[in-house]
Nanobody, 123 residues
């Protein structure tokens, strides 16, 4: 089992920045690829970004490329999402999740999820 706790959400004006954190406990964090997702009111949960266990690879949804950066610190069992140039459409609950697939190239399988942190961007 892996437990995930997100933090760092809040209310910010458009154009502002936030850094989300996701602290992991339980099984060895460093061996897992990790992802961030978000869910806006009335919408389905969508993929935002992912990072491989060694930080070698990252992947982003097009709408956040060049604005968001995913990173991790395996020594601290934490994955981050730096969000810059925030837009009102970035408003959502943000979740981190563990991809239990071994290979980065395999279709991801997110088996563990945090409880989410709210991000609200005002116009």
């Amino acid at each position: 089992q892996v437990q995930l706790v997100e933090s760092g959400g809040g209310l910010v004006q458009a154009g502002g920045s936030l850094r989300l954190s996701c602290a992991a406990s339980g099984r060895t964090f460093s061996g897992y690829h990790m992802g961030w997702f978000r869910q806006a009111p009335g919408k389905e949960r969508e993929f935002v970004a992912a990072i491989s266990w060694s930080s070698t690879y990252t992947r982003y949804v097009d709408s956040v490329k060049d604005r968001f950066t995913i990173s991790r610190d395996n020594g601290k069992n934490t994955v981050y999402l730096q969000m810059n140039s925030l837009l009102p459409e970035d408003t959502a609950v943000y979740y981190c999740a563990v991809n239990t697939q071994i290979s980065w190239n395999d279709h991801p399988k997110y088996d563990y999820w945090g409880q989410g942190t709210q991000v609200t961007v005002s116009s």
